[in-house]
């Protein structure tokens, strides 16, 4: 199972997060790409060397690298800021090679939320941001994963499985959040079964229907026992991204999640 290092954005540098995780026995992991847990145009090669270096002392690998939403917006109005939202992009899929990291994940975009743009507009500014970076990714060999989020303008599965099935290139799919999902009040069990034929990834952590959280196994509204017999049939548990995210004891809460989803009926190594 891979572990996100999210819980640690503030506390320590990604490589730091990963040395400790690393001394309990987690092997793979999602790094969050923000400043200044890890940022690239921040990072020399120098230090991309040594980070790499230090991956291979503690036999870890960084599977993925999450490029964010907040600050980006490939479907933005404005031909300048998707140019700065692809560029970032671009400068994380050249870490992504640097680290021998096989996927990226990206968000489809925002719309302003009053007198919000028209919607078609926006998906033609992010397909025309996607067919910039779909190329480079490809010619990286590495995989752009779309993930669902409350807050784009494709917060749905079968929206995004739509755009996957647009963009008909398999360097961009999808990693499909389980708590962004259930938070919005989609069955993430019955969308992962229909649509995994475009599900790369699934980020896994519980949340309610009041408060949006990326929390506890077993304390908000989400069917682990459902969603761990979909996960075994579908894109298998290598694939699956822990994002518990509690800056509180963070170690303890990723250690005890891998722990609940055992007692799940999860087959973790």
């Known amino acids: 199972m891979i572990i996100s290092t999210f819980s640690y954005l503030w506390s320590s540098t990604a490589i730091d997060a990963i040395a400790q995780l690393s001394e309990h026995g987690h092997r793979v992991f999602e790094v969050p790409v923000s400043s200044p847990h890890c940022w690239p145009v ?7 060397s040594a ?21 980006i917006n490939l479907a933005s109005p404005a031909a300048n800021m998707r140019q700065k939202s692809i560029d970032h992009i671009k400068a994380v899929i050249d870490l992504a090679v640097d680290w021998e990291t096989q996927e990226v994940v990206i968000s489809p975009g925002t719309r302003r939320p009053m007198i919000s743009p028209p919607l078609e507009k926006t998906y033609d500014w992010m397909y025309e941001s996607l067919a910039v970076l779909t190329p480079l990714a490809k010619q990286a060999g590495v995989r752009l994963l779309l993930e669902n989020t409350p807050y784009c303008f494709t917060p749905t599965m079968r929206e995004l499985a739509e755009v996957v099935g647009t963009i008909n290139d398999d360097v ?3 990693v499909y959040d389980i708590a962004n999902a259930a938070y919005i009040g989609e069955d993430p069990v019955a969308s992962l079964l229909a649509y995994h034929s475009a599900i790369d990834f699934v980020h896994v952590s519980d949340t ?9 196994v077993g304390t908000g509204v989400v069917d682990f026992v459902g969603l761990g017999e979909a996960v075994h049939a579908t894109c298998g548990i290598a694939n699956c991204v822990l994002e518990i995210i509690r800056e509180e004891n963070a170690l303890y809460e990723l250690n005890k999640g891998v722990q609940d989803l055992r007692a799940k009926g999860w087959k973790i190594p």
């Open 208 to 216: 309610g229907t009041d408060i949006w959280g990326h929390d506890p």
């Open 51 to 71: 980070a790499s270096a230090r991956l291979r002392q503690y036999d870890a690998k960084i599977r993925s690298l999450n490029a964010g939403g907040y600050d």
């Open 42 to 48: 921040e990072m020399s090669n120098a230090e991309r």
């Open 172 to 174: 961009v799919r999808v």
